[in-house]
């Protein structure tokens, strides 16, 4: 095991120096990858800093849960999807080749970098705002997730299985929490329907294509998103219908976040998630 | 012993049944099905584990666990690698593991019950009801609840028992 570096040290010069000299990758960043390789890289940082944001955003809410069993419901989910964002950016690192970990990536990509789609980014809002974020991720999770067992890349297919028992899981527990609160108080239901009016047009974002997505398809690796669609459609109609919830009207989609334009939000959250490997680079726990 | 010598995978085997999971010690490594291939690679042993959950952050404290004692039994190299096929599954828990669950508070895992994406099962159980019988590990008693579907660790879930009335631990099937 590596010896910890010492951060309380004021001498963050020697710290970086020591950071710096593990061997760079930035010498072979200029030449761009193939194309095959490029797309499939871009799919697997969308995967992966999907899985990222969102589990920062839910740990967020560790200690301030409206009950102690949601907090804890609220926490566990934010680490599946921290410990799958491992799995998808360690693969995004080996198929870029360029000694990227999925540390590196994590914790070192400025934010036009990343591929999350702007859903996830969005500040929690109050807690059925967060829940009904979960709840349209969770639908389209298991969509995507389910698609990709069927990868013919077997690291992808591979990843796809082992998450998709955990996704199973949070789908189960956040279609239960939206027929709660939705079919629930005055209250419960007037913010449940605004929760889903701001965060309807965040979901379209799920279902655009693009030409990384195109070449995948092509290639049997990944679903072409706007095939999701109609299995999304068909889990979270009836649970907003028992929720007795409206959907909103329109097809419009607040988009960007899946080619690195990001809202202002994204920014402030790397700031503080990244704050410790860009004060002291390469410190390790 | 030696440090080149090779000991046979089931030997190797029994060492580890003596690794307890750090989080429900009362099992071993074994016991979770977790350690899924014991090889040679020269003089190096190559232990091949699969994570249960996969952000459980048991996982490093395991790999180190096995890594100690398999160094304590004169085994110097060792490598651990990560596999995630096939995923694991509460299935893979063996009996005798069960009845160890049971008496340490912890109802095992029920086969088959898994979640699997499916949401028409949701207004029954909203309406109280479930299809599962999860017996109390204390009472025995059938008449058990489901507070959460999760718990104190990313493998359990949160039940109470309406007879004793005690809470305890479920063991997440997946």
Redesign the interface.
Known sequence: MSSLPDVMTRDAAALAAAAGARPAPEAARDAPLAPARAALFEFLTRMGDNTLVLGHRLSEWCGHGPVLEEDIGVANIALDLIGQTQFWLGLAGEVEGRGRTADDLAFLRDVWDFRNILMVELPNGDFGQTIMRQFLFDAWHVAMLRALTASSEPRVAEIAAKAIKEAHYHLEKSADLVVRLGDGTEESHRRMQAALDILWPYAGELFLSDAADATLAEAGIAPDPASLRAAFDAAVLPVLAEATLAVPPGSFAQKGGRRGVHTEHLGRMLAEMQFLQRAYPGATW | MQAHARPAPDEIRGWLAAVPDPEIPVISVVDLGIVRDLTWDGDTLVVTVT?T?????ATAAIN?AIEMALHEHGIARVRIERS??????SDWIGEAAREKLRAYGIAPPIDGT????R?LG??G??AGGSNLAVACPRCGSNRTDR??????T?CKA?WRCTDCLEPFDYF?C?
Request: hydrophobic letters at 35%; a positive charge.
């Open positions: 994570p959950y996969s952000g459980c952050p180190v995630l096929t096939p995923p694991w599954t898994a979640a699997d994406g949401l949701r207004v159980r909203l507070v959460s579907q999760f718990g104190s990313p949160s997440k997946i």
